[in-house]
Structure formats: C-alpha cells, structure tokens
C-alpha cells in the first residue's frame, strides 16, 4: 500500500520503521527541515527494540507536503494531538480527498472530531477519520535520525469517523491489532494517557522542576497517593463512557491489552503495582519542564476534551475538573485557548444523543 506518514517524532518514525519493514511503499513527512535533515543524511529512519534492528527507507522523505501525498492511498499522522487541526487544514489545502481515508496514530481523545471540523471548514467534505486510542507504540527518540521503541501495542482500540469497516480494514491492514469500537467517543475515552498522565503529572510538578526529570514516571512517581487519585479519575472515565452507552475496561486492564502492564497481573484495582511493574514503561524518564507533552497535551486536548464530553453527557467529575484547573495554574496556560473544545470538535450546543447520531453516521 502506498502511504504517507506525517510527523517525524518517535510515533511517526515507528510507524515509518514497521511500515516499511511490512513492505509498504512509505512517504515520510515532517514540517521542520531540521528534523528531517539527519533522516535525509542517513537515508532513513534507524530503528531498535520491539521492532528490531535496522534503517527503515522510505521511497520519499520530504516536507513538502503535496509532494508527500501524492498518489498515496492513506495518510497516517502520527502529530502530537494538538496539531490536528492545523494537519486537517494542511491537507485540505494540499488537495487531499475527501474519499481517501486518514489514520490518527493516535486520536487521543477528541482527535477524529477535531480533525474533521477542521478539515470540513475548508468548504469540503472530511475524509473518513481512523482514530487510535493512543499510540501504537512505546518510543523515544534518543537520536536525531532513530527510534527506540521499547513497547508495541498487541491490542488497540479504533474507530472510525466515516467509512465504517472498509477503512477500518485498511487500518488493520497497516497496525495489526485493531480492536474495533462501536464509535469515536469509545475510542476517545479508551485513551489511556488522559487518566495516566495527569495525576502524576500535577502531584510530581515540584519534582519535575527541581530535577529536570530525573526519576522515572511509571515507577518512582508512581506513589498510592498519586494512584488514588489516578483511579478516581478512571471511575470518572467510565462514568462518562456508561452515560454515552459504553462499557470499557479500567485503566490496568486496558494497559494489559496494550501490553504496557503485564499479562500476569490478578489484582487490577491496585493501581501502583500494575503500572509500576511494566516492562514497557519502567524506565521512562519524567518530564524535563512543565512544557512536557504530559501538560501540553494530556490536559488541553485530554482532559478538556473529556470535561466536555462529560458536560454534555450530564456527568459530574470533581477529580478531573480538579486536575485541569490546578494545571492551568501550575503551568500558566488557558487550555481552552487553542484546546479541544466542544467547538473545535464541532460538537458545541449538542445533546447526548445528537453527539451519538453525528459519530455513527455512515
């Protein structure tokens, strides 16, 4: 098949390393010329861990857009979420179609929603919309031209916002190991880094700024105190998923199907010991400042997207309403300001069941 993958951090250079490997015929794209310049050196992308070992060489490597997506068949964007919306302008504009199907490795929470109002502004039907609930793999760039992945997911929740089973089929056919869901808002609120993220993200802050990130996230702040709150916020989680008629794991056992809590575990309610002991996870790093992803993106286009999507469904969440706004303070930012809003998800003024009717429409 031939595909474009879009963006050149450890998601799309993963993607890049196992589609090539697959035998796909790959258009790598990044916006930054400094980013891709080390990849044109080498030719590639070099790769390491659950993948293997090797450069993976795509037929393209470019950032030219256009040029990107010629003739290819499917884009994947593998974006920090909160560049979605400029994606879905970029390719409107670029002249993608509205018949050829995009894959969000990952959607997050909110991603196909935003990304289709976004694109649809362009005065032209949105294409069909994969979402992943998170992404495919655990990785880090420790290199300018490599990935290191320590973790691939065996099983991972997609939806599609338009085109049903064909482009979910087209998805599986790139990432196996698609689980699909009956619509976006299960795949959304399968995101597991919006409950993971965020209360060790806010209780560690202090950590996070006194040592730049010297401790493990996963294991050494993962504390009971911090996995109380972290299961309250699950329960909000699946609250919110029973109110738009889904019933979904909790968070330990959605991280078994992903593989990044072990197969082995009995107990999943106790939060600390599941996460704290995958092998995946283990040995990531916190974050380096309070400009992380964690706060960048697992709370303006995580949790906010989420606290919307409880405002509409009718669902009181006091824990994630709590950690939003200690954030906004920590950080200093108005996530609402450039965040996933009801209105960038073009889902403002609805009700529960116009949100259902618009993401299972064919």
Not at 169 to 181: E, R, S
Request: proline share 5%; hydrophobic share 45%; charged share 20%.
């Amino acid at each position: 098949m031939k595909v474009a993958v879009l963006g050149a951090g450890a998601g799309g250079t993963a993607s890049v390393a196992e589609l090539v490997q697959a035998g796909h015929d790959v258009c790598f794209w990044a916006r930054s010329a400094e980013t891709l310049e080390p990849h044109l050196r080498l030719g590639g992308v070099a790769f390491e861990g659950k993948l293997g070992e090797g450069i993976a060489r795509p037929a393209l490597i470019t950032t030219d857009l256009a040029a990107a997506i010629a003739d290819v068949e499917v884009a994947v964007v593998a974006l920090p979420t909160f560049s979605h919306g400029a994606i879905a302008k970029g390719l409107a504009d670029a002249g993608w179609s509205s018949d050829k199907p995009v894959v969000l490795n990952p959607g997050h929470t909110g991603g196909a929603l935003e990304f289709a109002e976004s694109f649809s502004r362009s005065g032209r039907q949105a294409p069909p919309v994969v979402e992943f609930s998170t992404l495919t793999y655990v990785a880090r760039k420790y290199r300018p031209d490599g990935v290191t992945v320590s973790g691939r997911a065996k099983q991972l929740k997609a939806a599609a916002l338009r085109g049903g089973a064909d482009v979910l089929d087209i998805a599986g056919k790139l990432f196996p190991g698609l689980t699909p869901v009956a619509d976006v808002i299960a795949s959304d609120l399968s995101n597991v880094n919006m409950v993971l993220h965020p209360p060790g993200a806010i209780l560690a802050a202090a950590w996070v700024e006194a040592t730049g990130g010297d401790f493990t996230f996963y294991v050494d702040a993962m504390t009971p105190g911090v996995a109380r709150i972290m299961r309250q916020l699950d329960d909000e989680r699946l609250a919110v998923a029973r109110a738009f008629g889904h019933e979904l794991p909790n968070l330990i056992e959605e991280m078994k199907l992903l593989g990044t809590v072990e197969a082995d575990v009995v107990d999943t309610s106790d939060f600390c010991a599941a996460i704290s002991g995958g092998e995946a996870n283990r040995r990531i790093k916190g974050p380096d400042s309070l400009e992380y992803r964690y706060y960048k993106e697992d709370f303006g286009h995580g949790l906010l997207p989420f606290l919307e999507f409880a405002a509409i469904a009718g669902v009181d969440t006091p824990v994630a309403k709590s950690l939003y706004s200690l954030a906004q303070i920590a950080v200093g930012t108005e996530y609402r300001k450039g965040g996933r809003t009801a209105e960038a998800m073009g889902i403002a003024g609805l009700s529960k069941e116009q949100v259902i009717r618009k993401v299972r429409a064919l």
